[in-house]
């Protein structure tokens, strides 16, 4: 009926693969579904999937006063579908009718053995699906949380920021952002070998320049004019330079003007992709001898900082970690 109707503006776009399809339109071979009609078991609906009609051929508009009218070749056409849509409806419902259960006749006088027994059963499941879902979700936020350490090779603004507080949580330090009334910084972070503020930069394409040094300056000075504060921290510039880079294509991170300055102000350098690398070994084999090191290798560095390797001996790679705990 359908297809009598409008075989003639039908284009099909898509073959329908895969086993069992329920075929209702195939190509002239006969070899390739076209179309398919799939009938839902429990109800009298039906999903039907047809080639391509063009709604919008040119004989169907009207243009008039710079507005476009549905012509009436358009309107006879609207008339045809939806009285075609509605017949197949019709016939697909009369060959697979389902009359919708009563409200009283799920009244317990009614129930059947079987039927109580398999509601318990679906109840038990439902209750596994609702723990095993909160689970996941468990997991996935602690997988999230997991996955911001990789911030400090691509990320920069506020992400960056937290990433490096993270960081260097990891490593030893009390570390965190300062905001009062008068001054803002983007990490003060201290142990008990000094304390020390710090600013992050992130560039796309380019090495961090001098001008951060700057901006480092001033908010060492506004620190030590705070009543608490005794002596100047140290300043420590981090720099995500290349950051939309893979790291083995990266030039160094910092310009020479930048680092020349570094040094003539007693201020340490530090790469964040570097940093990264001190992250995964300590989260991997936590040490705190190499943590100290890497503490003391910011408080001391002047420039470039370069971080120490992490000692071998006890070094594991997450998979060597897991095959050990296999065993």
């Not at 909160?134 to 990789?150: E, G, N, P, T, V």
């Not at 790291?247 to 990264?276: D, H, N, W």
């Amino acid at each position: 009926m359908f297809w009598k109707e409008f075989e003639g503006v039908s284009q099909y776009k898509v073959v329908l693969t895969g086993e069992k399809i329920p075929a209702c339109l195939v190509t002239k071979n006969g070899d390739k579904a076209v179309g398919a009609l799939y009938r839902n078991k429990n109800s009298s609906g039906s999903l039907v999937l047809l080639p391509d009609i063009d709604f919008y051929p040119d004989d169907f508009m009207v243009h008039k006063d710079e507005s476009k009218y549905w012509s009436s070749a358009a309107k006879q056409f609207a008339k045809r579908i939806i009285s075609v849509i509605v017949a197949l409806d019709r016939a697909l419902r009369s060959t697979g009718e389902i009359t919708p259960e009563p409200q009283w006749s799920t009244n317990a006088e009614y129930s059947l053995i079987q039927e109580m027994l398999l509601n318990q059963e679906l109840l038990k499941v439902e209750e596994k699906l609702e723990t095993m879902r909160r689970a996941k979700d468990s997991l996935l936020d602690k997988l999230k949380a997991s996955r911001r350490h990789r911030g400090l090779l691509f990320e920069k603004g506020k992400p960056l920021e937290n990433a490096i507080i993270e960081g260097l949580t990891i490593m030893g330090f009390q570390a965190a952002q300062f905001k009062d009334s008068n001054s803002e910084f983007d990490v003060v972070f201290e142990s008990e070998e000094g304390r020390l503020i710090g600013e992050a930069e992130g560039k796309d394409n380019k090495a961090i320049n001098v001008e951060k040094l700057r901006q480092l300056a001033m908010n060492i000075h506004e620190d030590l004019q705070r009543e608490e504060v005794t002596k100047p921290a140290k300043g420590v510039l981090f720099g995500n330079a290349y950051r939309l880079s893979p790291l083995a294509e990266r030039g160094t991170p910092f310009t020479e003007k930048c680092i020349s300055a570094a040094q003539s102000s007693s201020t340490a350098l530090v790469a964040t992709y570097q940093m990264f690398q001190v992250v995964r070994a300590l989260l991997n084999n936590p040490s705190e001898a190499y943590a100290s090191s890497c503490r003391k290798a910011i408080l001391d560095g002047v420039g470039l900082v370069i971080f120490p390797k992490p000692p071998e001996e006890d070094f594991q790679s997450p998979i060597e970690q897991l095959v050990g705990e296999g065993k």
